[in-house]
């Protein structure tokens, strides 16, 4: 079952990857979130993958009685899956309004579209 979802992972990845270095701002978009989301998958798959019991201890016992299931990864994904949403909302409004201003989604017209005659902003303070 983990070598299924490393091969899912290594895909994740290189789908990710692929769409961030497009020159298209909404593909780049979309490939930051599938990355984000790859990266969910590969703490989910390095905490092993099994059906235990809850990592919970009776009160007459000091340690577990037997095999637990590891919950810090899964806290560690729902910690993440919030701040990757957040995280793509954002560039998504960013990409959005870049849009709206410029009339372009093309990373090349974006970088045509810059003005070359005014003036440079401050280089230090």
Known sequence: MEAVFSLLVAL????????ILSRHVIRIVLGIAIFGN???LLIFTSGRIMRETAPIIPGNLDLLPGPAANPLPQALILTAIVI????????????YRAYQEIGVDDTIGMRISEPRDDALPPMGY
């Open 38 to 40: 790859a990266v969910n």
């Open 12 to 19: 994740f990845f290189g789908v990710g990857i692929y769409l």
């Open 84 to 95: 990757s949403f957040s995280f793509f909302a954002f560039i998504l409004v960013l990409a």
